[in-house]
């Protein structure tokens, strides 16, 4: 059985020599190499081509973000696919969905458990979206609600790794197969908003807010509004 072939970009030692001593802990997976720079990152990444690469978002040379499109762009040129795995402690908004609009596959806060990271590269390599608890709740809650009642994830906080078609069919999602009504909606939901939110950002009924996830869903071919929003981010349905 081949190993899972990872390569660690990380300024700080002492996280990447404990990312490593996680890894290490399971025979499946093999560290190929480490850096410090997003400049020695896309070198090695170039020369080891591994099956994925965890990357610090907070990299002194330049922004693990930017490092993500370069990786994914230099993948697409020579025909080899590196997912990318980002690893920050940046749990706002604007980094989330800047980092999947750049191609990231998956998304870790640094003090996530040694068994999650392990399992989140597991996810990645198989061609799933594997999404930190924090983050999930972050991007899909209910964040215009009122702010007199307490805030309502609309995922499960728990270990949340999303199925996905592999990243090529996710690009090709033709935006036309959506009404202009449908997008509304998605976009909503990708902000959060709940199925009444939404209906009153709309001025259209909850019954009608329903009809249209239960559409968008099946255009999407999603199991969940988790998965809509991940894969409508990721295809740049919305933005």
């Known amino acids: 059985m081949s190993k899972i072939r990872v390569a660690l970009i990380e300024d700080h030692d002492l996280t990447r020599v404990g990312i490593r001593t996680a890894l290490l802990q399971k025979d499946e997976i093999e560290v190929v190499g480490e850096a410090a720079t997003a400049a020695e990152g896309i070198k090695m990444l170039k020369t080891l081509h591994p099956d994925i690469a965890i990357i610090d978002i907070g990299l002194p040379d330049k922004d693990g973000i930017e490092l993500t499109r370069d990786v994914k762009s230099t ?113 909503l939901i990708v902000e959060g908003c709940s199925n009444a939110l939404i209906a009153e950002r709309l001025y259209i009924t909850v019954g009608t807010v329903k009809t249209h996830v239960r559409n968008i869903l099946n255009k999407l071919c999603a199991d969940d509004r988790t998965q809509a929003a991940v894969r409508a981010l990721r295809s740049g349905l919305v933005g």
Do not use: H
């Open 75 to 187: 993948g697409s040129k020579e025909g080899l696919e590196t997912k990318v795995l980002i690893l920050t402690l940046r749990d706002n908004k604007e980094a989330v969905l800047a980092a999947f609009a750049a191609g990231a596959d998956s998304y870790c806060m640094k003090d996530i458990g040694f068994d999650n990271l392990l399992e989140a590269v597991r996810v990645t390599y198989n061609g799933n979206s594997w999404i930190d608890p924090a983050i999930a709740r972050i991007v899909l809650q209910q964040a215009q609600q009122n702010p007199s009642k307490p805030e309502v994830p609309l995922v499960d906080t728990k270990s949340l790794a999303l199925k996905s078609d592999s990243l090529e069919n996710e690009e090709i999602i033709d935006p036309y197969t959506l009404t202009e009504r449908e997008l509304e909606v998605l976009q």
